[in-house]
């Protein structure tokens, strides 16, 4: 499940980045070469970007590239650092089990609230919370378990 779920992520961000680069591009070459813009461009691109940005969030996580979580790795030695370490992983799940309720929340609340240039429903841009949060709960569990194994039969 864990790799599926990195995977999910990987191929989600690696599809969106160039979707939106070819998007921005095609939408300043319409603007200054043709001066007729397409409407719905920027919308969709910043869209994009926040897809981009939960679901490149939750890679992040999945990796342990966070700052303050090599910060603190790096400081610390000996049990001080698994009680720290096992500290972080709880308040992580915590704070993304929060964000994911509310952001499920916020989602479907948006149901009736339409986009203004391409009309969508507002679900779609903010499900991308929800979903990428889950995602780091997944992460959040995987590498809780990771650094437990270490710290017990890695001594």
Known sequence: MNKISYWICKIVTTFLVPLM??????????????????PWAEELSRYILIWISCFGAAVGVREGVHVSILTLNKRLK???????TLAIHFLEIGFFTITTISGIFLSLGMWNVRSSAMRIHMTLPYIAVPISFLFMIIFSFES????????????
């Open 21 to 38: 680069t070819v998007i921005v591009f095609t939408q300043v070459v319409m603007r200054y070469v043709f001066s007729s813009p397409f």
């Open 78 to 84: 000996g049990w001080i650092k698994f009680f720290v």
């Open 144 to 155: 809780l378990i990771r650094d437990i194994k270490k710290y017990l039969f890695n001594k």
